[in-house]
Structures are given as C-alpha cells and as structure tokens.
C-alpha cells in the first residue's frame, strides 16, 4: 500500500505480525484483493480474470480496504500530533 505509516512510527511487533492484525479488520474478499495485488503484486485486470469479476469491483474492494484500514495505520500519528 502507499506510504500510510508515517516513517517515525515505531512497529509494536514483527511486520508479518503487524500485517496479519491489520488484515483481520478486513472481510475475506478485501483481504484477498489486497495480498493479490499488494503482496502477490498481480495487476487489477489479473485479478478480475482469475475471480471472475468485474475489474471494477477489484478496484473497489481494494480502494475499500485501503480506507479501513487507514483509520487503523494513521491512529498513533493523531495521538503524536495531540500530545505535542
């Protein structure tokens, strides 16, 4: 994904652990979309083909997941921010 962490923000485990917790608030389909396209590194069109969807649908549930997520990854910068 984009650069969502900010770089001073200090990882509270192992990144494979960190990323399955992030991956656990997310529904099955989003959490496929993303470890095809994010891990896997396929292209949206691969994707589509091999599930059998609309391309668009692999970009929404990426996009979705995406945003999720970031209310999880930019917690500590708010509290950084609120604290200084």
């Known amino acids: ?11 509270a485990g192992p990144p494979a652990f960190e990323f399955h917790h992030w991956m656990s608030f997310l529904e099955s389909r989003e959490r496929e979309a993303l470890t095809l396209r994010f891990v896997e590194e396929w ?3 691969e994707i589509a083909a ?3 969807i609309p391309i668009g649908t692999v970009q ?3 996009f ?3 945003k ?6 930019k ?3 708010l509290s950084r921010r609120k604290a200084a």
């Open 64 to 66: 979705n997941a995406k």
């Open 50 to 52: 091999a599930k059998a």
């Open 68 to 73: 999720k997520l970031a209310t999880y990854l």
């Open 43 to 45: 292209e949206y069109h």
């Open 60 to 62: 929404w549930r990426v």
């Open 75 to 77: 917690a500590p910068e």
């Open 1 to 11: 994904m984009e650069s969502v962490i900010d770089a001073n923000t200090k990882p």
